[in-house]
Structures are given as C-alpha cells and as structure tokens.
C-alpha cells in the first residue's frame, strides 16, 4: 500500500523561520537572561552592601549629606566641572529624602594654596544653588585650613571652627574683597588684619582665637552638630561619603548676621 506525501503548503515553507535564524534568537535570549540575572544579581550585592543607609532613608525625614573639601578637587587641585557634579548630587533629593541641610567640612591639611579665584567661584556655586534649593549649608573648619577653604567655608550660613584647627589665612585686600562678596561681616573683621604687603601678609589663627577676631561664628566640631543640634544618626554609605539621617523636623539654627 503506497501512501502518498504531500509537500506543505507554500504558505507555511514561506513563513518558516531559517535554522540559522531560530539559532541566534536563542543565542540572544539566553545573552539577554544572562545579562539581565547578573544585574539583578548586581542591584542585590548593592543594596545589600548600602542595607544600612537605604533602611534608614526609607524611614528618615531628611538626610544631611557632609561634603568633604577633598571631594571638591581632582588630582588635589580645585576643578571646576568635577566639583558641580558633586555639588548637585549633594544637593539632589536621597533614596526619597529631602536634603535638610549640607555640612561642609574643610580640612586643607597643608595642601597647596593660592588658586583662591577657583575656591571663590566653587563658593559662590554652593551658596546660589543651595538657596534656590532652600538648603542650609554648614561650614566646619578642621586640621589645618588654608585661604581658599576659608572662602570656600564662607558659603555657608555660618562657620564653626574646631579648637585646634589652624586657619592661615592671607590678608591680602583681593582675600578681603572676595570674602566681603560672600559674607560681608566676617570681611570687616579680616579688614583689620590685612596688610598691604602681600609678602608679610599670612596670618594663623588658632581655634577660639579666630572667634575673637571675628573670622568665625562658632568653635565645634560637625559630629557635634550632626548629633546634639540636628539629632540625626550618622551612617557612611561608603569609605569616601557621610551622611546623617534626621527622623523629626528639628532644622539648623541660623545665627544673627
């Protein structure tokens, strides 16, 4: 008994999919399966190497980021570009929590001053974007602060020197102009100091000898005002970044200018 075989129809040899192309859809679906479990294998490691500083921004009512003067330099010098984008993160909402304010921490730890204008130009940054974002910049001396930490540290709302910390400052009539175009009061008091010689010029002051003098607002230290007058609970995110987690609606005191 013969049985007869029919070819398949033409319109089904027209649509079938070639060997060669049904091979490298699989090879593509199993790249993209790979690839999509190692990132969700990668978001995973993350979140459970940051568990800390994601659980506690879930339940935190504002977060207090410190940026840290190094941050603001590449290859130990100010820059511009690399610094803004620092900045902005700085500033940008967290993990769904506003910024309540930023703690800048200056520590020149004798690192090459002189580029004063591009510290000016950082300074004025901070302070014009952090009020357009109303954000309250904190400003903390520490180590040993140079002139261009200083007018760095003069964007903020006020200035906290720690005790031992050293400020060399450079009272020079350039220094005190670009002070004054930041914080006018604390200019006055430089006034007194500056000297028309640029070459005798530098002056050091220590601790609560630059409050006397005016220079500062304050003597303290930023762990103190992360813990006592925001009450907030310091976490690291990681080696390089701070931040502290504020859980009620306490916002940093403004001293009278």
């Known amino acids: 008994m013969n049985i007869e075989t029919r070819e398949p129809p033409s319109f089904l040899t027209q649509t079938m999919v070639p060997e060669w192309m049904m091979t490298g859809l699989v090879s593509l679906l199993v790249q993209l399966s ?16 940051y568990k800390d500083y994601f659980m506690r921004s879930l339940f935190a009512k504002g977060i207090v980021p410190i940026l840290y003067e190094s941050q603001l330099k590449k290859g130990g010098v100010f820059n511009f ?17 506003s910024v309540r304010a930023v703690v800048l ?13 591009s510290a000016y130009e950082l300074a ?9 974002l109303n954000v309250t910049v904190m400003s903390f001396l520490r180590n040993s602060v ?41 200019a006055d008091s430089l006034r007194v100091h500056v000297e028309d010689e640029p070459s005798s010029s ?14 500062v607002d304050r003597v303290g230290s930023y ?29 940093p005191r403004r001293p009278s200018q």
């Open 34 to 49: 790979t690839a999509w479990i190692a990132s969700l294998i990668g978001l995973l490691l993350m979140v459970w190497r």
């Open 81 to 97: 570009p690399y610094a803004q984008r620092i900045i902005d993160s700085t500033l940008k909402e967290t993990a769904g929590s």
């Open 105 to 117: 921490v200056l520590e020149g730890n004798q690192s090459p001053d002189g580029d004063f204008l």
């Open 124 to 132: 004025l940054y901070i302070r014009i974007k952090a009020e357009r």
């Open 146 to 186: 140079t002139t261009s930490g200083y007018i760095i540290a003069c964007s903020g709302t006020a200035i906290s020197i720690a005790p031992t910390t050293q400020l060399n400052l450079s009272c020079t009539p350039g220094v005190e102009e670009l002070v004054r175009n930041l914080r006018p009061h604390l």
């Open 202 to 215: 530098s002056k050091i002051f220590v601790g609560r000898d630059a409050l006397a003098m005016g220079l």
């Open 223 to 251: 762990m103190e005002f992360i813990l006592t007058q925001l009450q907030a609970e310091p976490v690291a995110a990681d080696e390089a970044q701070l931040y502290g987690f504020v859980h009620h609606q306490t916002r």
